[in-house]
């Protein structure tokens, strides 16, 4: 099934492309100091990186980017946690580098997709639903879910399913406002919750 990118994503993807270019320069993060800092981090997300509760995100090979861009939208509040705004909050921009260059590179465990949602999450996520206008979650995420750093698109690969659907339903809902352009709030709006669900599986067991 041949389905285009939206305009506001391809505007979008165009703009962080830009930005990331031009942050070339930005702070480098240590992975010794960032392996020694993520002590605190290991009760939720394991200790390298991969969490053993579903509710809560493996970071296990995130890009750098999108990881210091996350705990710096829990410092500032723009997204919220009861857990992680207050985790948030005594990092410095160096402490936020030098977690995500650990973590970076770390190795995502491969986990498995529930058999009976393969079908229509993979037809989600490699067709989209032309119907409903959503797009091919391939397009940003990639065949793998590997993502696109460079364009601020994380990965998802092996992603805990009920990690995904939560903040699939929170993007939905309006909750997470993290998403340049509402790429992802205009995409979860469309889904219908069986979508989620299958969506959400399939991506845990990408690899």
């Not at 997204?79 to 207050?86: D, K």
Request: some cysteine.
């Amino acid at each position: 099934m041949k389905f285009e990118l939206p305009a506001n994503a391809l505007a979008a993807a165009i703009t962080l492309t830009c930005f990331a270019i031009g942050s070339v320069a930005g702070a480098e993060g240590s992975v010794s100091a960032g392996q020694a800092k993520a002590t605190t981090c290991v009760a939720c997300h394991g200790v390298d990186g991969n969490s053993v509760n579903p509710e809560w995100p493996s970071l296990a090979g995130q890009h750098t980017a999108y990881i210091v861009k996350q705990l710096k939208a829990f410092k500032t509040g723009a997204r919220q946690s009861p857990l992680m705004s207050p985790m948030a909050q005594p990092l410095s921009d160096q402490d936020m580098e030098d977690l995500a260059a650990y973590y970076a590179t770390q190795t995502a465990r491969g986990l498995e997709a529930q058999k009976s949602k393969v079908e229509a999450g993979q037809r989600l996520y490699r067709g989209g639903n032309e119907t409903l206008a959503v797009a091919a979650c391939i397009a940003c995420h990639g065949p793998n879910g590997r993502g696109n750093s460079a364009a601020g698109y994380p990965s998802i690969r092996g992603q805990h399913s009920k990690y995904v659907e939560a903040q699939l339903n929170a993007y939905k809902s309006g909750q997470r406002s993290t998403d340049p352009s509402k790429m992802m709030r205009d995409i979860a709006t469309r889904l219908t919750a069986e979508e989620i669900v299958a969506v959400s599986s399939y991506v845990q067991g990408l690899r």
